[in-house]
């Protein structure tokens, strides 16, 4: 009798920074919601140019010294979810993206203990989002942003893409498990000629969202304790965040919309989400 599979667990990559300890603490509810342990992965990269035997054991023992901090964080929450902790020597894009193999889900703050600057985006977090073989979470906390975590909003976006089903599914999951409201929209674009005045704009947005109205009405029959909203936006993602980023909580996108994600998380995101709490949670079919 063949034993079942070891559950997928929620991996955080805690490297003793602030923005890791609020990546763990925000997995701590996907960890739970699952029944799945909450792995807190410490790489360190032990290469030691120098031969410096006593540099090299200061700098063996910063994983520790992060995995348990973010132990004490997150058993401070009083929430019921097994922690492991596991210490690697490698280097941590390596480490993150052969970990995210077995995992349900990659959680990271936005930037690292080596690189910190509010509002941007690391270079490790960009490397794992784009390699990873399973969901990435990149979590942002802004010091000076008011903290809308709890009442902001779960946003998608949806086009006709097959895989608009896993990403709506995705953001609905979400928006369950954080109590929080849902808004799908829908980004549309045509030509600068086509567009002469405002009213136009508000006329084809009215289109674009009656059709998306349409297209949801299954997924809000099937979710009633869900809020949904919806709105079309002529322009991007990123021209949407960059006006409403502070009410935003987490935005949901797609793995395969490459072009989007590279954005979100290089420097055209850092600008429009800087001085924001919108985190990123990147999702693909094959992914879940």
Not at 85 to 103: F, H, K, N, T, Y
Request: glycine residues 6%; contains cysteine.
């Amino acid at each position: 009798m063949r034993e079942p599979p070891a559950p997928r667990p929620i991996v955080v990559g805690a490297d003793g920074s602030r923005p890791a300890l609020q990546a763990a603490l925000w997995a701590v509810d996907e960890a739970v919601s699952r029944d799945v342990p909450l792995r807190l992965l410490c790489a360190v990269d032990s290469t030691d140019e120098h031969g410096d035997a006593e540099w090299a054991a200061r700098k063996l023992a910063t994983p520790e010294i992060a995995a348990q901090n973010a132990v004490m964080a997150v058993e401070a929450t009083r929430k019921p979810v097994k922690i492991e902790v596991e210490i690697v020597q490698d280097r941590p894009i390596g480490a993150l993206i052969r970990a995210s193999r077995p995992a349900a889900m990659i959680c990271l703050g936005a930037v690292g203990f080596h690189h910190f600057q509010p509002g941007r985006v690391g270079s490790t977090a960009a490397a794992v989002a784009a390699s990873a073989h399973c969901p990435v979470a990149i979590i942002r906390g802004n010091d000076h942003a008011p903290n809308r975590r709890e009442q902001g909003w779960i946003v998608v976006e949806v086009d006709n893409s097959p895989h608009t089903g896993v990403l709506l599914q995705a953001a609905i999951d979400e928006a369950r498990l954080r109590n929080a409201p849902l808004r799908v929209i829908t980004c549309w674009h045509c030509e600068a000629s086509d567009i002469r005045t405002g009213r136009r704009v508000a006329d084809a947005n009215h289109r674009v969202e009656a059709e998306l109205d349409r297209r949801l009405t299954q997924w809000t029959r099937h979710y009633p304790d869900v809020d949904v909203q919806t709105a079309a936006i002529h322009g991007s993602i990123v021209d949407y965040l960059t006006d409403n980023a502070s009410s935003v909580q987490l935005i949901v996108v797609g793995a395969h919309d490459r072009r989007t994600v590279q954005q979100l998380v290089g420097p055209t995101g850092n600008a429009a989400l800087h001085r924001s709490d919108c985190s990123v949670l990147i999702v693909d079919h094959q992914h879940l």
